[in-house]
């Protein structure tokens, strides 16, 4: 009987492992399986431009589609996503009424990397 419940123990431990890493990079730390994109907005004069909305595109879903997430700059100009998913995605900016966007423009395209921030700056102009 003692070899029974051994056996069983060890199934029960393999049966664990396999449900806790599965589709993770790092079964003790889910989030690492992520990347985080970090978007800054600046006028031309170099100060940093609150409630601009941000937009990161192309995020895959379970279904095989796509959708996208969105929010706004905060005080000092940034808004931060987290868990975003490995791969390549549009940021993009919706420009201000009385502002154009700087000689980069309003939309990057950027690869995220598992673990990694990428940071993407805007900068806009007053018309």
Request: glycine share 12%; hydrophobic share 45%; proline share 5%.
């Amino acid at each position: 009987m003692r070899s029974d419940v051994r056996s069983s123990w060890w199934c029960v431990g393999l049966f664990l492992l396999a449900v806790l890493s599965a589709g993770c990079s790092n079964p003790w730390n889910p989030d690492s399986a992520f990347g985080t994109v970090l978007a800054r907005v600046g006028g031309n004069e170099g100060l940093r431009v609150q409630d601009v909305e941000i937009y990161v595109h192309d995020l895959p879903n379970r279904v095989g589609s796509f959708y996208s997430v969105g929010q706004r700059t905060n005080a000092d100009g940034t808004a931060r996503f987290g868990l975003i998913s490995p791969g390549r995605h549009r940021v993009e900016m919706t420009v201000p009424a009385g502002f154009v966007a700087g000689p980069a423009g309003a939309i990057e395209v950027i690869d995220v990397a598992a673990g990694a921030t990428v940071t993407v700056a805007f900068v806009i102009v007053r018309k």
